[in-house]
């Protein structure tokens, strides 16, 4: 796995130590850090490293959805910054460590830090629908956590702007990454307990927005500065909101 995470990046585009990840992509290094610092403080007040409860991930910002649904949507956020255990939290820090340095050098800060967010909430609110439906077959409300869907997304995104040629993702090779993609959907389906739902939205979040950059980029695009990627944001935010007033209602109408 780590060779085909190297690989990605081609060798014109170097690895980037501390420093370097602060001078040219310092919001990769704020999320790693946030990732850790909220590690660290689960660990202060007692959370299990290796095997944290339910109860203890709900308590810091999980998505659940008796809670995501109906006072606390801002879980749908939260929850892509926790992790369940330290495997869960290296891995993921290893995987943003890569995509992060390559994705924020082509979209630049502001549209990576979007590309993830919304991916993190893409996964969520399909965690959330899977759940639902869970629940009328007569399952129980899972919890989740972790930055997996954001950073698929920020793969995906990633992958379709150097499919599409953008200049900003020349460096980029398409059949590593596209392996290390796939290698993670199947793992996904491997492994117990593993939020495959956060995995898929997040991917076809940061896909759709991938697409849209390089739509914007493209040189007949940019010389008529049609703003793609933003006017796609601003669709997200209305479907993601109309999504939870659907699901938050049929919810309710349950519990009435």
Same mark, same amino acid.
């Given at each position: 796995? !780590?060779?085909?995470?190297?690989?990605?990046?081609?060798?014109?585009?170097?690895?980037?130590?501390?420093?370097?990840?602060?001078?040219?992509? !310092?919001?990769?290094?704020?999320?790693?850090?946030?990732? $850790?610092?909220?590690?660290? =403080?689960?660990?202060?007040?007692?959370?299990?490293?290796? +095997?944290?409860?339910?109860?203890?991930?709900?308590?810091?910002?999980? +998505?659940?959805? !008796?809670?995501?649904?109906? %006072?606390?949507?801002?879980?749908?956020?939260?929850?892509?910054?926790?992790?369940?255990? =330290?495997?869960?939290?290296? &891995?993921?820090? &290893?995987?943003? %460590?890569?995509?992060?340095?390559?994705?924020?050098?082509?979209?630049?800060?502001?549209?990576?830090?979007?590309?993830?967010?919304?991916?993190?909430?893409?996964?969520?609110?399909? /965690?959330?629908?899977?759940?639902?439906?869970?629940?009328?077959?007569?399952?129980?409300?899972?919890?989740?956590?972790?930055?997996?869907?954001?950073?698929?997304?920020?793969?995906?995104? =990633?992958?379709?702007?150097?499919?599409?040629? /953008?200049?900003?993702?020349?460096?980029?090779? =398409?059949?590593?990454?596209?392996?290390?993609?796939?290698? +993670?959907?199947?793992?996904?389906?491997?492994?117990?307990?593993?939020? +495959?739902?956060?995995?898929?939205?997040?991917?076809?979040?940061?896909?759709?927005?991938? $697409?849209?950059?390089?739509?914007?980029?493209?040189?007949?695009?940019?010389?008529?500065?049609? !703003? %793609?990627?933003?006017?796609?944001?601003? $669709?997200?935010?209305?479907?993601? /909101?109309? &999504?939870?007033?659907?699901?938050?209602?049929?919810?309710?109408?349950?519990?009435?």
């Amino acid at each position: 796995m !780590p060779n085909h995470f190297s690989k990605v990046i081609n060798q014109d585009q170097r690895i980037m130590n501390i420093q370097t990840l602060w001078r040219h992509t !310092p919001i990769t290094l704020i999320l790693l850090i946030i990732f $850790v610092l909220l590690a660290v =403080i689960q660990w202060i007040f007692g959370v299990s490293i290796d +095997n944290p409860s339910n109860r203890d991930l709900v308590r810091f910002g999980a +998505n659940f959805l !008796p809670l995501s649904l109906t %006072y606390e949507p801002w879980r749908l956020i939260s929850s892509g910054f926790l992790h369940i255990g =330290i495997i869960h939290l290296l &891995f993921n820090s &290893f995987a943003m %460590y890569y995509f992060g340095q390559a994705g924020e050098l082509i979209f630049g800060r502001w549209q990576f830090l979007l590309i993830f967010l919304w991916s993190v909430i893409g996964g969520g609110c399909l /965690t959330l629908l899977v759940t639902w439906w869970q629940i009328q077959a007569g399952g129980q409300a899972i919890v989740s956590a972790g930055a997996s869907g954001g950073i698929m997304g920020l793969g995906m995104a =990633i992958l379709m702007a150097a499919w599409l040629k /953008t200049w900003q993702a020349r460096h980029i090779s =398409i059949k590593h990454l596209a392996m290390v993609m796939g290698l +993670n959907l199947v793992m996904g389906f491997a492994v117990d307990g593993v939020d +495959n739902a956060g995995h898929i939205g997040g991917l076809l979040v940061g896909g759709l927005l991938g $697409v849209a950059f390089a739509l914007q980029h493209k040189k007949h695009n940019e010389q008529r500065g049609l !703003p %793609y990627f933003w006017a796609v944001s601003l $669709v997200l935010l209305m479907v993601f /909101t109309g &999504f939870w007033w659907v699901l938050q209602g049929e919810m309710m109408v349950l519990l009435s």
